[in-house]
């Protein structure tokens, strides 16, 4: 079975705090993302990565980076939190192989910024 | 911009079938995929349409017209614990996904 597991259910922090999000996956997927979700907003994607050392910006990167130095682990990281980046984080992976369409994606981590 | 509609809110009796409609506008188009998600749990792949047509997968049926930017998920059948919520999503680049804002599926006895 495919597992992708996130460092954290639930996390508080304070405003200004430096925030790091971990994701790894067991399956040797290439493809990594990090998602925000909120209610109304559906699943709207923050980076991605094609392979190690690689980034692209989603749809909504400001006041976010990301970090991939071994393939099976993608981190997100909160350079300055802020209460809008109060969210559901959901990491999810994906394979190259052909006719492969799936994202498989972890629990997630609630995220508060107080 | 880029955008997919889908209705926010579903409601539908146990063992009936229910449509969930998605109208997409994208700047590429590779294919449409389907998610299901429950409350406080991931969302879990349900389908994949790249050509036109219906895809069968058990109860669940999913359809794809590209001339129209228009596709379906068709849940016959319908169980309560089908009550979750569900994502259109359009491969926009390859593996690159953009979602719709779900549809909330309400089963009731």
């Known amino acids: 079975d495919v597992k992708v597991t996130q460092s954290s259910r639930y996390l508080v922090k304070r405003t200004g705090e430096k925030v790091f999000l971990e994701c790894v996956q067991d399956?040797?997927?290439?493809?990594m993302f990090w998602y925000r979700q909120d209610p109304g907003l559906g699943l709207r994607l923050i980076y991605f990565?094609?392979?190690?050392?690689?980034?692209e910006k989603g749809d909504i990167p400001e006041g976010y980076s990301v970090s991939r130095e071994k393939k099976e682990r993608f981190s997100l990281i909160l350079e300055s939190a802020s209460t809008n980046q109060t969210s559901m984080y959901l990491c999810?992976?994906?394979?190259?192989?052909?006719?492969?369409?799936?994202?498989?994606f972890g629990p997630g981590t609630r995220l508060t910024v107080t | 911009g880029q955008s997919l509609e889908q209705p926010s809110e579903v409601t539908a009796v146990e063992g009936a079938i229910v449509q969930i409609n998605c109208t997409y506008q994208?700047?590429?188009?590779?294919?449409l995929s389907w998610y299901q998600q429950h409350d406080g749990g991931a969302p879990t792949f349900l389908s994949y349409?790249?050509?036109?047509g219906l895809e069968e997968t058990g109860r669940f049926s999913s359809f794809l017209s590209r001339s129209d930017s228009y596709g379906y998920l068709l849940l016959q059948e319908l169980q309560m614990k089908d009550s979750a919520s569900y994502f259109c999503?359009?491969?926009?680049?390859?593996?690159?996904?953009?979602f719709g804002t779900g549809t909330r599926l309400t089963v009731i006895p």
């Open positions: 999810a992976s994906s394979s190259n192989l052909a006719g492969n369409y799936e994202q498989y």
């Open positions: 399956m040797d997927h290439e493809n």
């Open positions: 999503a359009a491969e926009t680049g390859a593996n690159n996904l953009f």
């Open positions: 990565s094609y392979d190690v050392k690689m980034k």
């Open positions: 349409n790249a050509l036109d």
């Open positions: 994208t700047s590429g188009f590779y294919g």
